[in-house]
């Protein structure tokens, strides 16, 4: 029987123009929602490019989705630089967002060197350090080098520690005030966009209005001007744990353990490889090889 799948061809990649900083500034006053997405891998990021995504953004949790670790401080300038050059291989045609991991800019000029090995080692668009009023010295440090520069406030991965976990950021007024805060900061210092994670919507709703650079949401409701989702959460590849913030559009894991599964049964009961994957020989060449076989065995 023929292979289903092959009566499927997997989709062309179509040319398309990168967007540009000036076109992610001026989806504010268009009302264009920009959707980003995180991606881990050079196959992501083709998936990415091929169904239209604006943004691709190496996220540092591809510690956790594609090395293991529980949270994202194991990533480091090296690993993420590797990712982000394979993701600009895979999405030539996307705008990608290099995030910085940990500790990767805690002073200038570290921010300097490793926003610059996102930019010309890898290629990447722009980088993505994370904090608001206590960084903004180090967002506009790389603003006025002429680096593209957004940053991540409400709940930051890279103090979890602080936070006592994965917790909800700006549930009472004054702690709304300083995530305010944190993003006229982020806007004075230059950045073109930022982002808010698990931030109550009403809240991020009215901070996203005060400002007049768009901000993108992950787990911070629809009021944003865009959304983040990581890949392999919304297509159900990574399954640790699901966020409450992440809807699943896909759910590639069942796929892929039943497709194993098959080919278990496949080999175990004898049917794969069969002639239709398996190469031939010319029949002489065969009879031939066989002769000499046996030649050697009588030496």
């Not at 291989?89 to 490793?114: D, H, K």
């Not at 996203?208 to 992950?218: C, D, H, V």
Request: charge should be neutral; proline fraction near 5%.
């Amino acid at each position: 029987m023929a292979d289903p799948a092959a009566k499927t061809p997997a989709p062309e990649s179509k040319e398309r123009k990168k967007r540009t900083i000036q076109e992610i500034r001026e989806s504010k006053q268009s009302g264009e929602k920009m959707v980003y997405m995180s991606v881990p891998d050079y196959t992501a990021a083709k998936w990415a490019e091929t169904a239209g995504v604006d943004v691709a953004v190496v996220g540092d949790s591809l510690a956790m989705i594609a090395h293991g670790h529980p949270n994202t401080i194991p990533a480091t300038m090296d690993m993420m630089a590797m990712h982000a050059a394979s993701i600009r291989r895979g999405a030539p045609n996307t705008f990608v967002l290099g995030c910085m991991p940990y500790q990767s800019y805690n002073t200038v000029e570290r921010a300097l060197t490793n926003a610059t090995r996102f930019m010309q080692e890898a290629g990447s668009d722009a980088v993505k350090p994370q904090g608001g009023k206590s960084q903004a010295h180090i967002l506009k440090a790389l603003v006025d080098a002429g680096i593209p520069t957004a940053s991540h406030i409400g709940l930051t991965p890279h103090t979890i520690a602080m936070f006592g976990g994965f917790r909800i950021q700006g549930r009472t007024a004054e702690a709304a005030m300083k995530i305010l805060e944190d993003a006229l900061a982020i806007q004075d210092a230059g950045c073109f966009m930022l982002e808010f994670e698990a931030v109550p919507a009403k809240i991020a709703a009215v901070i996203s209005k005060q400002l007049e650079i768009p901000t993108i949401g992950i787990g911070a409701g629809a009021g944003t001007d865009g959304q983040i989702l990581l890949c392999h959460d919304l297509l159900g590849v990574f399954t640790d744990f699901k966020p409450k913030f992440t809807k699943r559009y896909a759910n590639l894991t069942e796929v892929a353990v039943n497709g194993i599964q098959a080919y278990i049964a496949d080999v175990k009961g004898g049917t794969f490889p069969d002639d239709d994957h398996s190469y031939r020989v010319d029949e002489k060449e065969y009879e031939k090889f066989l002769g000499l076989v046996e030649k050697r065995k009588q030496h």
